[in-house]
């Protein structure tokens, strides 16, 4: 049987499910069970002669029989699920202690008890609270530990201040008047967060259905806590009870019931999208009735529970995108009116986080509707913000609702492709130009970088074996591969789409216990896991073909990167890498170009300078280390190190052919105009704002040019001078000009003080460096007596201090830091922070060895100090050049070894110190930087890239 025909018959009982849910929005889910409401549920009591008796014992004895060895219970996929989990097990266990109809003992149920208590303090005492971002975790867990804390069970942990102070934040955005609104608000899903601070008696109102929010476990505290009994409530707990029990056996509770429009909409949306239609399942256009029941019930809104539940961005979006699917046009409109924000779409109000995936599906439905040029603005608001998300270091590429990346960058390729469609079918004419040749170019093919390169051998992707996130891969491959850039290139997109659906293919069963999307508790949504999945057998390759327009608006020198490709397959510390990553790789730096040459503006104006050859050289190389050590920065990180490391390249050859080719008293001023610049300022607090200045894409990268007629101090002040202002006056005003682009960075504002000092420490350093370096030249090597001395003092101290600070090394890894950090970076040991500036001495004096090293002979020709010049290198005043070149070089290579083996052993003892994070921002930095160092180091072994005077 044909793959398509087998798909379409796997597919006929979700289209059954879709019919199934006609005129019945309040009772239709199938999601995996769940133990933290199964709990809640257990604890049910009705009022009355037996109220020791159990409503629904078959629940608790579910709890009962799921309990561990351990004492706790199951984890799913994240440590905060068996602390929800064990958290709500054990509250039942105290609750239920004394209940007449279980057939287990009290010194049972007791013992039970102890081993959950201990267990439990194991895993609180081990949590990272700042990694958590289950649905309402920061109130729900708060308010059992207090209700266990009444039951005389108490806990402590490290984690239990952070988690506090989230709570509080939260707390104290919610009005009490919330409650007495006529309609639920997401609140009232974890309507168990707030007992004891609001009376369950008037929340009658908020029952739909007889459910609390559609969560089991808020019905079920409502009516625990509720001095008044609600017969509709208990209803819609005795039909879930009777709904998830399958031929006499209870399965459990699921964390939502009902969730008819999530279930309904992402199943349809998703066969519709990829290779499903009407014709071939005439069922699907059911979906056009149960669309209407939601939007004839909300206004034109979608909810993801019943038809009179809370409605949502995502599920709104989801429900216009199938009806436009179905061939029913459907505009926006409500959708925008209802959910647009300031940068991007909110889910819901009083959300935490923004959605990304949300964004993603709201400009889905915002492109397919009618006439979708009338939407431009909130379009690029949505692109821009799925954009921001994927470049910069301080949004994350995540989702709140599924713990896998690959699912945002599945509904981030369906979209951003979709919107690129659109534009080359000329029906976005209007988008605005710096999306459509600059970013979108740049993002979407770092996705298919990323997805390619987190394929497993076995052709699955995701961090265990899984169908489902492998779906999530094929089908983000088959929007991708529709881009005409890669030429070639887009054979090894395909295969890995076969290799995948090989995976698929050869599995024994599609599994329903995928625990990969996120509510109070990880759980599987399993008709919506396998509608992903067949859709990925089912989905066309490519999904669009795309004309001239794009395919010219890409276009890359072919012949430029074959050139670069033959030079870094050739490199030692490359040749292992497989050719098509290095190929990616320098397109990749291509099209990173782009924007680098919109920023590329000469602060250091000098006449008679010779073409940088590093030019194209700085945004192949990051491209390259960053894919092939697989350290995946953030593209914004990789962009603003190539224009800090642009600009070092552009500072080094001002120092030396500018400051250089003056005489002593001026060299020697420009140490003391270096240290006045950095007596104005203090960590690029106090930057200056030029009028009339140009800047790189407004600030981007921080860089701003002063105007040839303005000197500036960077303390914010700019003195007009005239036009023929003096040398000193000139330096003062380039080298501010440097200092103000490393620190008025936009990112380095933003981050961590401490970290921000050492930046403008290192900076500091860096420059003084730069100066020391051509007086100790001219000194040393003739540069005004002509006659060749050999420098003072040992080569030891210079190459760690002056050398090692003139090798920028130090300068970039501060500037890095200060990049890839969140926000708010947790506190680092004195340890820790030690061993990271320990490795960036050996980084940069191992840097500055390997070029000088390979730029012994330039050295030479423009008289620059060299390491080799020093006495340990067999040259001095009396018997110079005793050591030959050869000599020298395998001196000084095994320093090198000695540096590496330091940086090996000091990266190792790191690792260790800092096993226990979940997050490694430093060692993940120094371990690309010092791949990156690599690259350079082969390079400079084959050619000495710098420029000439």
């Given at each position: ?348 109000g009083m959300e935490r986080h923004p959605s990304l995936t949300t964004n993603c599906n709201v400009l889905s439905a915002m492109l397919e509707s009618p006439e979708p040029a009338q939407w431009i603005d909130q379009i690029e608001k949505c692109a821009r913000f799925l954009i921001a998300s994927w470049t910069r270091p301080d949004m994350p590429f995540t989702d709140k609702w599924n713990i896998s990346e690959l699912y945002p960058t599945m509904l981030v390729s369906e979209a951003l492709i979709r919107l690129v469609k659109l534009w080359d079918d000329g029906m976005l004419s209007n988008l605005a130009d710096d999306l459509i040749e600059r970013d979108l170019p740049l993002v979407l093919f770092q996705l298919i970088m990323r997805i ?184 914004s990180v990789i962009f603003e190190m190539m224009v800090m490391v642009l600009r070092v390249y552009q500072v080094d050859e001002y120092v030396e052919h500018v400051i250089g080719g003056q005489s002593g008293a001026h060299v020697e001023e420009s140490k003391k105009i270096v240290d006045r610049i950095f007596q104005r300022t203090h960590s690029g607090h106090n930057c200056p704002s030029f009028k009339n200045s140009t800047s790189s894409n407004k600030h981007t990268n921080g860089y701003v040019k002063p105007t040839k007629d303005h000197v500036s101090d960077v303390d914010g002040e700019v003195k007009p001078t005239s036009r023929d202002m003096d040398v000193s006056n000139n330096i003062h005003h380039d080298l501010s000009a440097f ?211």
């Amino acid at each position: 049987m044909a793959v398509i025909d087998t798909v379409l018959e796997e597919s006929a009982p979700l289209v059954a499910f879709l019919k199934s849910a006609v005129n019945n929005t309040q009772a239709v889910g199938e999601q995996t069970t769940v133990i933290y409401d199964t709990a809640w549920v257990s604890m049910v009591r009705k009022p009355g002669p037996s109220q020791d008796e159990l409503l629904f014992p078959e629940c608790f004895q579910f709890i009962l029989d799921h309990q561990l060895p351990h004492g706790g219970w199951a984890s799913y996929d994240a440590p905060i699920d068996g602390i929800m989990n064990t958290l709500g097990a054990l509250l039942a266990l105290k609750k239920n202690v004394n209940v007449s109809n279980l057939h287990l003992g009290r010194e049972e149920l007791l013992c039970r008890t102890s081993r959950a208590v201990q267990h439990l303090q194991h895993e609180l005492e081990a949590w990272d609270v700042s990694t958590a971002d289950h649905v309402g975790f920061e109130i729900v867990i708060p308010s059992i530990l207090k209700l266990l804390a009444e039951e005389g069970i108490e806990f402590e942990f490290p984690g239990y201040t952070q988690l506090m102070t989230l709570n509080r934040a939260k707390l104290s955005k919610i009005p009490y008047s919330v409650w007495s609104k006529p309609m639920q608000t997401t609140l009232t899903h974890s309507l168990e967060s707030f007992i004891g601070q609001v009376s369950f008696d008037e929340l009658e109102h908020l029952l739909v259905y007889g459910s609390m929010g559609s969560s089991p476990a808020a019905t079920s505290a409502y009516l625990i806590y509720s001095s008044k009994w609600n017969s509709d409530a208990e209803t819609y707990l005795r039909q879930l009870v009777a709904n998830r029990t399958r031929d006499g056996i209870f399965i459990g509770i699921p964390t939502m019931f009902p969730s008819t429009g999530f279930e309904t909409l992402w199943v349809a949306s998703t066969l519709l999208e990829y290779g499903f239609d009407a014709q071939r399942l005439p069922d699907l256009a059911s979906m056009v009735g149960i669309t209407s029941e939601f939007f004839d019930a909300q206004d034109g809104l979608a909810s993801g529970f019943s038809n009179l539940s809370v409605p949502d961005a995502d599920d709104t979006a989801k429900a216009i995108l199938v009806r436009n699917l179905l061939g029913v046009p459907t505009t926006p409109e409500k959708l925008i009116a209802r959910f647009e924000g300031s940068d991007h779409f909110l889910t819901y109000g009083m959300e935490r986080h923004p959605s990304l995936t949300t964004n993603c599906n709201v400009l889905s439905a915002m492109l397919e509707s009618p006439e979708p040029a009338q939407w431009i603005d909130q379009i690029e608001k949505c692109a821009r913000f799925l954009i921001a998300s994927w470049t910069r270091p301080d949004m994350p590429f995540t989702d709140k609702w599924n713990i896998s990346e690959l699912y945002p960058t599945m509904l981030v390729s369906e979209a951003l492709i979709r919107l690129v469609k659109l534009w080359d079918d000329g029906m976005l004419s209007n988008l605005a130009d710096d999306l459509i040749e600059r970013d979108l170019p740049l993002v979407l093919f770092q996705l298919i970088m990323r997805i390619l390169q987190k394929q497993q051998t076995n052709g699955s992707w995701g961090h265990k074996p899984s169908l489902e996130m492998t779906a999530y891969a094929i089908i983000a491959l088959t929007n991708l591969g529709s881009l005409p850039f890669f030429g070639h290139f887009s054979i090894h997109v395909k295969a890995a789409v076969e290799r995948g659906r090989i995976y698929i293919q050869l599995a024994e069963r599609i599994p329903d216990n995928e625990y990969i999307w996120i509510a109070k508790t990880m759980y599987s949504p399993i008709l919506i896991s396998k509608a992903y999945i067949l859709s990925a057998m089912a989905a066309k390759y490519p999904k669009y073909t795309l004309s001239h327009s794009f395919t010219e608006l890409v276009s890359l020198p072919r012949k430029g990167i074959e050139q670069y490709v033959r030079l870094y397959s050739g490199l030692p510390c490359l040749i292992d890498a497989p050719l098509w990553r290095i190929q990616g790789s320098v397109i990749e730096g291509y099209l990173h170009m782009r924007k680098l040459q919109q920023v590329r503006i000469d602060m250091f104006g000098r006449p008679n300078m010779k073409k940088d050859d590093y030019f194209e050289f700085i945004a192949m190389t990051f491209a390259c280390a960053n894919n092939l050590r697989g350290a995946f920065l953030k593209a914004s990180v990789i962009f603003e190190m190539m224009v800090m490391v642009l600009r070092v390249y552009q500072v080094d050859e001002y120092v030396e052919h500018v400051i250089g080719g003056q005489s002593g008293a001026h060299v020697e001023e420009s140490k003391k105009i270096v240290d006045r610049i950095f007596q104005r300022t203090h960590s690029g607090h106090n930057c200056p704002s030029f009028k009339n200045s140009t800047s790189s894409n407004k600030h981007t990268n921080g860089y701003v040019k002063p105007t040839k007629d303005h000197v500036s101090d960077v303390d914010g002040e700019v003195k007009p001078t005239s036009r023929d202002m003096d040398v000193s006056n000139n330096i003062h005003h380039d080298l501010s000009a440097f200092v103000c682009s490393i620190l008025c960075n936009p990112f380095v504002r933003a981050a961590k003080e401490s970290d921000r000092d050492l930046l403008a420490y290192e900076l500091h350093q860096c420059l003084l460096a730069h100066v020391t370096q051509i007086e100790d030249s001219k000194q040393f090597l003739g540069g005004e007596t002509l006659q060749r001395l050999v420098p003072k003092g040992s080569f030891y101290n210079w190459v760690r201090t002056t050398a090692a600070s003139h090798s920028c090394a130090p300068l970039s890894l501060a500037f890095l830091r200060c990049l890839s950090a969140k926000l708010k970076r947790r506190s680092t040991s004195p340890l820790e922070q030690y061993l990271v500036q320990d490795l960036w001495t050996h980084f940069s004096t191992k840097a500055r060895m390997e070029n000088d090293r390979a730029s012994l002979r330039r050295d030479r020709k423009e008289k620059n100090l060299n390491s080799l010049d020093f006495p340990e290198f067999g040259n001095d005043t009396k018997a110079l050049g005793i050591a030959s070149d050869k000599q020298q070089k395998a001196a000084l290579s095994s320093i090198v070894e000695y540096e590496r083996r330091c940086i090996e052993y000091g990266l190792g003892t790191l690792e260790k110190v800092t096993a226990a994070e979940s997050e490694r921002p430093d060692l993940e930095a120094l371990k690309f930087y010092g791949f990156l160092c690599d690259i350079y180091s082969d390079v400079y072994a084959m050619k000495d890239i710098s420029c000439e005077r």
